[in-house]
């Protein structure tokens, strides 16, 4: 485990950290130990409003750390280790600044879930640095059976967030809310798979396709989450997700799409309420 240390800026002065009033300020996450069904140790962050991260872990379980061992535990996060910088040869779509979250805009960070494994290297900044790019690439055209793209969020040369269309529910929660609207299952795959063939059209697989990653908009699917989206042959960093791929791989490939929809028409086989085209009158 780290030891929180205070943050040394240029000049030689000390930053303190930001002080936490409620866990509300902080996103955390429990390590857990699946063996012993226990947890293992406690990792937290927070992001100022000048994208400054704040990082904290703790033996602890979340429950047994105190408001004062929070803000005794956090400390700043080089910029470096993981917001990109701007490359020179690309061009990148700069959102604008009014769109700051809310109701209609998902700011997506980088994924700092890995950041206790993943410290010190340039793993985190360079994953934010490929799903920009590959929104970028697919923004081109847009895409109805694709989140909308708004651009990147930038602070002193780097891209600290990608900024998303706001959806309401993935295919997972909807599948379990109570008296949900019915799907027109085939119209619904018939989309979905219209939209990764799209994906295919630009030479990219998408490499993650699972209920998760689906979201429901006016009943139609929209496709989420391209953090392992690469171009076919090239390696990839993440692995797809247990049960939704055939095999463990390295590669970006378009037949880990396609076995994912066979897994997809699968799942949709077995849940209720779903209006089959067929049986309309």
């Known amino acids: 485990m780290a030891t929180a240390e205070p943050s040394t800026l240029s000049g030689g002065e000390t930053k303190k950290p930001p002080t936490v009033t409620s866990l509300r300020d902080l996103t955390i996450i429990e390590a857990w130990d699946w063996e012993t069904n226990k947890p293992k140790y406690t990792t937290f962050y927070l992001v100022t409003d000048d994208e400054e991260l704040w990082f904290g872990e703790s033996p602890k379980n ?8 929070y803000n005794s535990l956090l400390y700043r996060v080089r910029d470096n280790e ?3 910088e701007i490359p020179k040869d ?16 998902f700011v997506k960070r980088p994924g700092l879930v890995s950041y206790e494994a993943m ?14 790019l590959t929104m970028e690439e697919i923004s081109k055209t847009p895409h109805p059976g694709i989140v909308g793209y708004y651009g990147c969020r930038v602070r002193k040369g780097r891209i600290t967030a990608i900024l998303l269309e706001r959806l309401g529910q993935t295919l997972t ?5 109570p008296n949900r609207e019915p799907l027109d299952k085939e119209k619904f795959l018939e989309a979905f798979e219209s939209t990764v063939d799209y994906l295919h059209s630009l030479g990219l697989a998408h490499n993650d396709i699972n209920p998760d990653n689906i979201m429901i908009k006016d009943g139609m ?3 989420i989450d391209f953090g392992g989206c690469q171009p076919f042959g090239k390696r990839v960093t993440s692995n797809g997700t247990e049960g939704w791929r055939e095999e463990l791989f390295f ?14 028409r699968e799942w949709f086989q077995s849940f209720g309420n779903i209006r089959h085209t ?4």
């Not at 979340?62 to 061992?69: G, S, Y």
């Not at 690309?90 to 805009?105: H, W, Y």
């Not at 067929?278 to 009158?281: G, P, R, S």
Request: aromatic letters at 6%; hydrophobic letters at 35%.
């Open 62 to 69: 979340k429950r047994e750390i105190t408001i004062e061992e």
């Open 82 to 84: 993981i917001y990109p």
């Open 90 to 105: 690309v061009k990148i779509t700069i959102a604008p600044d009014v769109l700051r979250g809310g109701d209609s805009v």
């Open 119 to 132: 410290r010190g290297t340039d793993y985190i900044s360079n994953a934010l640095l490929s799903e920009t």
């Open 173 to 177: 929660q909807y599948e379990s809310t």
């Open 221 to 223: 699917p929209v496709l």
């Open 251 to 264: 590669t970006s490939e378009k037949k880990h799409d396609i076995y994912a929809l066979g897994k997809l």
């Open 278 to 281: 067929d049986l309309q009158m």
